[in-house]
């Protein structure tokens, strides 16, 4: 199975700090690479696709880089809104597997 | 837009099997675009890949639990199930289904998750 890693787990700012949040894998996934957000209580949201691609509906100050092993999200302004975990997930290859997760908390 | 509903019992006891079901409205589980995949979240843990489904026979399954589950879709009530064998209360989760989009780039088929449901908690105790 492909492991993935995030850094770091956990995350405090102030609303309108750029942040940015890391997924590494254990093999190359290529480009075959998204991103989830989840708050509290609630069922994850696609944020990005493909490593880069929005998700409709997705505000622009989320954006996504990086392509084989190594990948950023990153949050040019964050907004009260952004609270909660942020998982990256590897679909490159079965069994699919998401990072641990990175909690954000809102200072 | 296509919305999913899951549903299930609450509460399973030990060695049992759990059934879930996935209710897709605005749309058919027959459609060839979308194909359907589980996932599965424990208290206070991270996400865990059950199952990918679709009406066209493509389904793949995590290893670590595919001697226990089986994916199903009942056309006359647009619902897709999971059913999970033998649980234990490490099956205790909250339980997703997603709709799951296919791209397909040099020759080969990449699926990844378009919409989440908004998940059912269930858990495993006698």
């Known amino acids: 199975d492909i492991q993935m890693t995030q850094s770091p787990s956990t995350l405090s700012a102030f609303v309108g700090d750029r942040l940015t949040i890391t997924c590494r894998a254990s093999?190359?996934?290529?480009?075959?690479l998204a991103w989830h957000h989840q708050k509290p209580g609630k069922a994850p949201k696609v944020l990005i696709y493909?490593?880069?691609t929005l998700q409709s509906g997705v505000p622009s100050r989320f954006s996504g880089s990086g392509s084989g092993t190594e990948f950023t999200l990153t949050i040019s302004s964050l907004q009260p809104d952004d609270f909660g975990t942020y998982y990256c997930?590897?679909?490159?290859?079965?069994?699919?597997?998401f990072g641990q997760g990175t909690m954000v908390e809102i200072k | 837009q296509l919305q999913l509903q899951e549903s299930g019992p609450g509460l399973v006891k030990p060695s049992e099997t759990l059934s879930l079901t996935c209710s897709v409205f605005?749309?058919?589980?027959?459609?060839?675009?979308?194909?359907w995949g589980w996932v599965r979240q424990p208290p206070g843990k991270g996400l865990e890949w059950i199952g990918t489904?679709?009406?066209?026979?493509?389904?793949f399954f995590n290893p670590s639990l595919q001697s226990r589950v089986t994916l199903s879709g009942d056309t006359s009530r647009n619902q897709l199930s999971l059913r999970l064998g033998s649980v234990t209360a490490s099956d205790t989760a909250i339980y997703y289904c997603?709709?799951?989009?296919?791209?397909?780039?040099?020759?080969?088929?990449?699926?990844?998750?378009?919409?989440w449901g908004r998940g059912t908690t269930v858990t495993v105790s006698s």
């Open positions: 997603a709709i799951v989009l296919r791209q397909r780039w040099l020759r080969r088929d990449y699926y990844y998750v378009d919409v």
């Open positions: 605005g749309g058919s589980i027959t459609t060839n675009t979308y194909y």
């Open positions: 493909r490593v880069t």
């Open positions: 997930q590897q679909y490159k290859s079965y069994p699919w597997t």
């Open positions: 093999q190359t996934v290529h480009s075959w």
């Open positions: 489904f679709s009406y066209n026979g493509t389904t």
